[in-house]
């Protein structure tokens, strides 16, 4: 299949992301086709009208998708009790899968997906873009070249807006549709850039969750959970919907996150509200000994509308590097897995007050 004939397709068009994931197929030069999939007709009807540009069918279900059209990938972006089946369908139809995180509700979801697409020598990808972020593959090279010695710890920090800000989706904060909270919607970004950066696995989970906010939620809506990884290095999240102050809907809230790691010969520091984009780099190494301290900035153009700008489409074209046989996803379900797995057991480890051993 040539680039100039890539058909892509997005299965469900409600999900707080799915205009995101199709303005970066639509910006993107490789996609020439696309196909929408959604149960609401409702909902089609609109997406055609708004985002007609590359739009050229529409299906109310996968079964119709993968009659009407030879797809090469097709983004997965149901909410998370619907995306494992979606996904498992696509699957079965022969189609390589970009699936939103976190794949499904539980760890036997996600690998039940995963196991799945290596058996049919299909690619699974996971929409965990921010290891495209041009700081983060500093971060991971500045880490294996030994800048900053061997991790000794790994600090995170995701907290957001308050539940009552987000009710344009109910459903993240419904445990029986969500499979989990905070740490299972936005905390496993940073349990992942924490794998992808360290280049480590956790092997130990403590942690605290609980549900806090005024607003009735069944997910945890706070949580602080600390990791032992593989080589030593001692971990620790915390995150919640907790901001007071924000602007209203999925897309306008606040933020305040962090990510940090330290060794034995310095530390490498995100700030993410700081702009443009930033890594503070400390080294007592002999070759940063002229200047042991540097920030690194990174100007990132703002008119690349796709989801997260100019790197979420570099991460997607990626996937379709991948598709075509060229190399392997960015991230992929083995690495959705893991995080699923390390938040499965944060929760396990809440409710019996005991570490839990991965």
């Known amino acids: 299949m040539s680039e100039e004939q890539i058909t892509a397709a997005v299965v469900g068009m409600s999900q707080p992301h799915a205009s995101a994931h199709l303005c970066t197929l639509q910006t993107s030069d490789r996609i020439g086709r696309i196909a929408i999939c959604d149960a609401d007709q409702g909902v089609l009807d609109r997406v055609r009208a708004e985002q007609g540009d590359k739009v050229q069918a529409a299906y109310t279900d996968i079964a119709g998708l993968l ?5 090469l990938f097709s983004v997965c972006n149901l909410e998370n009790d619907l995306n494992a089946a979606a996904c498992q369908s696509l699957i079965e139809g022969g189609v390589h899968v970009f699936s939103e995180k976190p794949i499904g509700r539980t760890a036997a979801e996600v690998e039940s997906v ?39 710890s790994i600090e995170g920090r995701m907290v957001t ?53 005024e607003t009735k939620v ?59 984009l930033n890594l503070h780099v ?6 940063w000994k002229t200047a042991p301290r540097r920030t690194f900035t990174f100007e990132q153009p703002d008119d690349v509308p796709a989801y997260g700008g ?16 060229r190399g392997e996803p960015t991230a992929n379900g083995r690495d959705a897995l893991a995080v699923t797995r390390i938040i499965e057991a944060a929760y396990a480890s809440s409710a019996s007050g005991r570490q839990v051993e991965l």
Request: glycine share 14%; aromatic share 10%.
């Open 282 to 287: 400390e080294s007592s190494t002999e070759a």
């Open 67 to 71: 009659q009407g059209e030879s797809l």
């Open 218 to 276: 069944t997910v945890e809506d706070v949580a602080a959970v600390n990791l032992r990884f593989g080589d030593g290095a001692i971990g620790s999240l915390r995150a919640g919907y907790e901001l007071a102050l924000s602007g209203s809907g999925y897309a306008g809230g606040a933020y305040d996150s962090y990510l940090g790691f330290r060794g034995t010969a310095g530390r490498i520091v995100w700030r993410y509200d700081e702009a443009p």
């Open 114 to 152: 995963t196991l799945a697409a290596e058996a049919a020598g299909l690619k699974l990808g996971v929409a965990y873009c921010n290891r495209a972020l041009p700081n983060m593959e500093l971060a991971r090279q500045l880490v294996a070249d030994g800048v900053i010695g061997r991790i000794t």
């Open 161 to 213: 807006s308050q539940p009552r800000f987000r009710q344009s989706a109910p459903w993240l904060f419904d445990v029986e549709r969500a499979g989990g909270g905070i740490l299972s919607w936005l905390g496993c970004h940073y349990f992942d850039l924490m794998r992808f950066v360290s280049g480590d696995e956790v092997t130990a989970v403590s942690g605290m969750v609980d549900s806090l906010s």
């Open 310 to 325: 100019q790197h979420g489409l570099d991460f997607v074209h990626a996937f379709v590097d991948a598709a075509l046989g």
